[in-house]
């Protein structure tokens, strides 16, 4: 659930978070590797693209709670309260039924 949507919100998370302190945390949950982590902060100084890299890298990731620890590591900082109410308030159900009909043979 809180990957879909996590790709729904994509845009405002890669515009909203501040990625240093995200990696340090999933690093320390051990969702991201140490060599992601330091691939992730070579970046150019671009919050925007380590964001990018950053959802990537979770969406290929085969950790289980990728996504629940980066909810949980959003809701770490207190300035993103806004956007983990929009995570909640966000209709999974809606989401799936419109993931649906957007697929050739779902229409």
């Not at 990696?23 to 140490?34: G, S, V």
């Not at 969406?59 to 949980?72: D, G, I, R, V, W």
């Not at 308030?89 to 419109?98: G, K, R, S």
Request: hydrophobic share 45%.
């Amino acid at each position: 659930m809180l990957r879909l949507k996590f790709t729904k919100l994509h845009e405002t998370v890669v515009n909203s978070v501040n990625p240093a302190s995200i990696i340090d945390f999933l690093f320390r949950q051990e969702i991201i590797r140490p060599v992601d982590m330091i691939a992730l902060l070579k970046l150019p100084d671009d919050p925007q693209q380590q964001s990018i890299k950053l959802l990537a890298l979770l969406h290929k990731s085969e950790q289980p709670q990728a996504f629940m620890q980066l909810y949980l590591a959003i809701k770490e900082e207190p300035h993103l309260k806004w956007l983990i109410d929009r995570i909640d308030d966000l209709n999974v159900q809606a989401l799936i039924a419109q993931r649906y009909i957007n697929e050739p043979s779902g229409e």
